[in-house]
T-cell receptor
Framework: EPEVTQTPSHQVTQMGQEVILRCVPI?????FYWYRQILGQKVEFLVSFYNNEISEKSEIFDDQFSVERPDGSNFTLKIRSTKLEDSAMYFCASSRQGARGETQYFGPGTRLLVL | KNEVEQSPQNLTAQEGEFITINCSYSVGISALHWLQQHPGGGIVSLFMLSSGKKKHGRLIATINIQEKHSSLHITASHPRDSAVYICAAALYNTDKLIFGTGTRLQVFP
């Protein structure tokens, strides 16, 4: 069964460094999402991406964050200058239709630790 | 006040019991998602509902749009059902999901 993959599974970085989290969505999916979950807290929506552009973003998704689909298969989340509070599990998800129309398929997550 | 509230926060059950997890929301939605988060952190989508009821195996999800309430039921619970169950509301006319805080379920043999 097709699945969403994410790399790396774990990343440790120093505050102020740039990180890129990578996701390979399911191949025939059109909608892509990033979520984060700070340890012990609820999952939070970061951004949705459709037709090569951001369709929705949350207040968390400020200028330090960006997303890209560089080559038609990968979907990346970049954090330009990491802060301690960016430490969290980051989940990528994809679906054929938007959140109003279909369930989403989640990747296994990348655990980011900012020191 | 959270836009999506779940109850209970924690739930323990004996194997075989019927489980109900509740979700209430205060915003206009296009759909309501139920998700399962495993102890290792992975998330699996269980259902997406915009009306009525859906069933998959031992899992049943219902939604009452007028009352802004959804329930997830597990029949004949099993220890492998132990996980965190999360509801998430798809805001009306957007692709943004607002998540509840989750219900931690432990089923004992």
């Amino acid at each position: 069964e097709p699945e969403v993959t994410q790399t790396p599974s774990h990343q440790v970085t120093q505050m102020g460094q740039e990180v890129i989290l990578r996701c390979v969505p399911i191949s025939n999916h059109l909608y892509f999402y990033w979520y984060r979950q700070i340890l012990g807290q609820k999952v939070e929506f970061l951004v949705s991406f459709y037709n090569n552009e951001i369709s929705e973003k949350s207040e968390i998704f400020d200028d330090q964050f960006s997303v890209e689909r560089p080559d038609g298969s990968n979907f990346t989340l970049k954090i330009r200058s990491t802060k301690l509070e960016d430490s969290a599990m980051y989940f990528c998800a994809s679906s054929r239709q938007g959140a109003r129309g279909e369930t989403q398929y989640f990747g296994p997550g990348t655990r980011l630790l900012v020191l | 006040k959270n836009e999506v509230e779940q109850s209970p926060q924690n739930l323990t059950a004996q194997e075989g019991e019927f489980i109900t997890i509740n979700c209430s929301y205060s915003v206009g939605i296009s759909a309501l998602h139920w998700l399962q988060q495993h102890p290792g952190g992975g998330i699996v989508s269980l259902f997406m509902l915009s009306s009525g009821k859906k069933k998959h195996g031992r899992l049943i999800a219902t939604i009452n749009i007028q009352e802004k309430h959804s329930s997830l039921h597990i029949t004949a619970s099993h220890p492998r059902d132990s996980a965190v169950y999360i509801c998430a509301a798809a805001l009306y006319n957007t692709d943004k999901l607002i998540f509840g805080t989750g219900t931690r379920l432990q089923v004992f043999p």
